[in-house]
T-cell receptor
Framework: AQSVTQLDSQVPVFEEAPVELRCNYS??????LFWYVQYPNQGLQLLLK??????LVKGINGFEAEFNKSQTSFHLRKPSVHISDTAEYFC???????????FGQGTRLTINP | EAGVVQSPRYKIIEKKQPVAFWCNPI?????LYWYLQNLGQGPELLIR????????DSQLPKDRFSAERLKGVDSTLKIQPAELGDSAVYLC???????????FGPGTRLTVL
């Protein structure tokens, strides 16, 4: 079984500042890792995913994440945030070969002007 | 291409009443998922369909919840009777197959009074 811990429930940052949203996972098998974004009153949208290969994954809207197997982490980063990035961000994990996603509790990113 | 469609978007009912949610997946997507998202939490899988067959319903509270996916396309999730603790957002997602990216609908927000 897999589990995900998102270490920050809320992250406030100023516009154009960098941001990092932290995610740690636990699994007894090899995993796939995902970051989703949820805007108010909307469903989840895939930002990026790690399946294999390069540990640095680039996604939409200027976001990237790095898979660190030794630290069992998959932190999400953006070098300069915009007001429109205000949303809830979810890290998720699944065992390889299966799409049963296990989500973290989410991190609310708030961008201040 | 149309995304995953869910209706209604919002539903308010009295406890002990029945309620049903409808989901129309993306055309051609064989796998359909229903998730429960409690306030401030990540989504949790309730049931997964491969075409018409429910292949993972271990998290579905079968005493009051039921689901069906007739003809392997649209799906309905029902609660009867609803309890106060069922107040949440019910998300539907679909994917081409069990290992493909999941696309989420906007969800149905249920309030049980």
């Amino acid at each position: 079984a897999q589990s995900v811990t998102q270490l920050d429930s809320q992250v406030p940052v100023f516009e154009e500042a960098p941001v990092e949203l932290r995610c740690n996972y636990s699994s007894s098998v090899s995993v796939y890792l995902f970051w989703y974004v949820q805007y108010p009153n909307q469903g989840l949208q895939l930002l990026l995913k790690y399946l294999s290969g390069s540990t640095l994954v680039k996604g939409i809207n200027g976001f990237e994440a790095e898979f660190n197997k030794s630290q069992t982490s998959f932190h999400l980063r953006k070098p300069s945030v915009h007001i429109s990035d205000t949303a809830e961000y979810f890290c998720a994990v699944s065992g390889q070969g299966a799409q049963k996603l296990v989500f973290g509790q989410g991190t609310r990113l708030t961008i201040n002007p | 291409e149309a995304g995953v469609v869910q209706s209604p978007r919002y539903k308010i009912i009295e406890k002990k009443q029945p309620v049903a949610f409808w989901c129309n997946p993306i055309s051609g997507h064989n796998t359909l998922y229903w998730y429960l998202q409690n306030l401030g939490q990540g989504p949790e899988l309730l049931i997964r369909y491969e075409n018409e067959e429910a292949v993972d319903d271990s998290q579905l509270p079968k005493d009051r919840f039921s689901a069906e996916r007739l003809k392997g396309v649209d799906s309905t999730l029902k609660i009867q009777p609803a309890e106060l603790g069922d107040s949440a957002v019910y998300l539907c997602a679909s994917s081409l197959n069990r290992v493909s990216e999941q696309f989420f609908g906007p969800g149905t927000r249920l309030t049980v009074l």
